[in-house]
């Protein structure tokens, strides 16, 4: 049985720019500095129904997914991919979209797509803490998945 730490799954962003297609790699920002926690927060939509055909028990359809990440720690406003989404904060609609790439802990499959940037917190907290930095990125369609061998 293998088993990897959390810390080995990667988060990059990148401005979304004009394009259609994700920029190269070395475009995209790591979003790890002084991040304590990701949490996985996809959202998915389903109806219930039961059928004659079957014997009346419901059966569970997934009608959509959103797949998200919440991502929680430190503010460093030197830190590139911070700075990119505190920036982000008194924008609106396409102002406030990246492109997301995800990398897995074993790093054999990526995604990569289009994503919305909500709940921008960049700088709060009590007197005596340290900044808080949190967000959440939403995939805007389910992205593009890669397979290494």
């Known amino acids: 049985m293998s088993r990897n730490k959390n810390a080995l799954r990667q988060h990059f962003i990148a401005p ?13 920002l790591p979003l ?6 990701i949490s996985d927060s996809t959202d998915e939509e389903t109806d219930t129904t039961g059928f004659y055909s079957g014997d009346g028990t419901p059966e569970t359809t997934v009608i959509s997914v ?12 030197t830190d ?6 505190a920036n982000m904060q008194l924008r609106t609609g396409d102002g406030r979209n ?23 917190v960049a700088g709060s907290g009590d007197a005596t803490d340290y900044e808080e930095f ?13 397979l290494t061998p």
């Not at 959103?66 to 406003?77: T, V």
């Open 66 to 77: 959103a797949k998200a990440y919440d991502f929680s720690g430190f503010f460093d406003p």
């Open 16 to 28: 979304l720019g004009a394009g259609a297609t994700p920029p190269s790699n070395a475009a995209f």
């Open 134 to 146: 949190s967000c959440t990125i939403t995939y805007n369609e389910i992205p593009t998945e890669t």
């Open 32 to 37: 790890a500095h002084l991040i304590e926690t």
């Open 80 to 85: 590139a991919a911070q700075l990119l989404i």
């Open 98 to 120: 990246v492109w997301h790439r995800v990398v897995s802990a074993n790093g054999r499959r990526e995604w990569v797509g289009r994503a919305t940037v909500t709940a921008i």
